[in-house]
C-alpha cells in the first residue's frame, strides 16, 4: 500500500472541501473494494476522505410510496431496521445475505450502489424497484445511474447520500450464490407493481445489472413462474469466467426469475 492522507470529515460539505483540496482523492465508506485495491497497489489514492461516519448519511424513513435510506446506513442496519421489514421485507433479507457477519456490519448500500460491482446485490434492487439515487448535486433515476462494469454517471467528487426505492405491491429475490466469497453468480430481483412487473438481473451480464424486459412482459401478462418458462436469454450477452460459463449464467437467470415469482415477499437462495 502507498502512503496516503486520512482524513474524517464532519459535515457533507467539509467532505467535499478534502476530496477537492487532494491530488488524487478518493472517498471511502465499508472500503470492502478499494482498500483491497490499496493493499495490492492497484489503486493508490493521495488522499482518503472517510464517509462512514457523516451523520447526514444515515437515517431510514418510509416517505409515502418510497423507502428512503442513508447511503452511509450498513447492509445489517439495512437488514434489521423495522421500517425495512414493514416496507420491504425483500430488501431486508438482501442485505442480510451480502457477505458475512464482518461485512454486513462495516459495508454500506450507498457504496456498494457507487461501486457498481456486476456480482453486487443492491444494483438488482435499485433496477428493479425504479429508485433515485440522491446525491450531493442531484437526483438519479436508476435506469440511467449504472454505467458498465464498475461504472456509474457518478462526477468526481460527487456523494451519493440516500437511495429512494419505489414500494411495490409484491418483491421477491432469488439468488445463485459462489460458495466462498457470496457474491451471486446470477440473481434475479423481481417487483410487482399495480399494472406492471420490473424484472432485474445481477451477477451474470457482460455489462452489469440489467433488466430483463421479456420476463417482465411475460409477467406482467401472466404473474406465474410459467410464464417464464419459454424465455431464454442469449449466452452472448452473459459473462463467463472462472465460475460459471454464459450458457449457464443464461439457465440460472431464468431457474432464479421462476424461483422469485414463486416465492413472492422472500429471499431464495438457489
Known amino acids: 500500500m502507498y502512503a496516503f492522507t486520512y482524513h474524517r470529515p464532519k459535515t457533507l ?61 450498513t447492509h445489517a442496519a439495512v437488514a434489521a431496521n423495522p421500517v425495512v421489514n414493514e416496507a420491504l421485507p425483500t430488501l431486508a433479507a438482501l442485505a442480510g445475505s451480502i457477505g458475512d457477519v464482518q461485512v454486513r456490519y462495516r459495508g454500506t448500500m450507498g457504496g456498494s450502489v457507487a461501486n457498481n460491482d456486476p456480482a453486487a446485490d ?27 462494469l464498475y461504472a456509474t454517471v457518478l462526477e468526481p467528487g460527487e456523494i451519493v447520500t440516500s437511495i429512494a426505492f419505489r ?13 466462498a466469497s457470496r457474491y451471486a453468480l446470477c440473481a434475479v430481483f423481481v417487483a410487482r407493481f399495480p399494472g406492471s412487473v420490473r424484472v432485474a438481473v ?11 424486459t421479456e420476463a417482465e412482459e411475460a409477467l406482467s401478462a401472466n404473474y406465474a413462474p410459467a410464464a417464464l418458462e419459454a424465455l431464454q436469454l442469449d449466452p452472448a450477452g452473459m ?10 449464467r443464461a439457465h440460472l437467470a431464468r431457474v432464479c426469475a421462476r424461483r422469485a415469482v414463486a416465492a413472492p415477499g422472500k429471499l431464495t437462495l438457489c
Request: aromatic share 8%; charged share 25%; proline share 5%.
Open 13 to 73: 460539505a467539509e467532505a467535499a472541501e478534502q476530496f477537492d483540496a487532494g491530488e488524487d482523492a478518493a472517498f471511502v465508506s465499508g472500503g470492502h473494494t478499494l482498500i483491497p485495491a490499496m493493499k495490492s497497489r492497484l489503486s493508490a489514492p493521495s488522499d482518503l476522505v472517510d464517509l462512514s461516519g457523516l451523520a447526514d448519511l444515515k437515517g431510514i424513513e418510509k416517505d409515502g410510496e418510497q423507502l428512503v435510506i442513508g447511503a452511509a446506513e
Open 122 to 148: 443492491y444494483p438488482a434492487a435499485v433496477l428493479a424497484l425504479a429508485a433515485t439515487i440522491r446525491t450531493t448535486r442531484r437526483e438519479i433515476a436508476a435506469e440511467d445511474f449504472f454505467d458498465g
Open 167 to 179: 414500494v411495490p405491491s409484491e418483491a421477491s429475490y432469488a439468488k445463485m450464490r459462489n460458495p
Open 202 to 212: 445481477t451477477g451474470a451480464g457482460n455489462d452489469g445489472v440489467f433488466r430483463w
Open 239 to 248: 459473462l463467463g469466467d472462472i465460475h460459471a460459463e454464459p450458457a449457464f
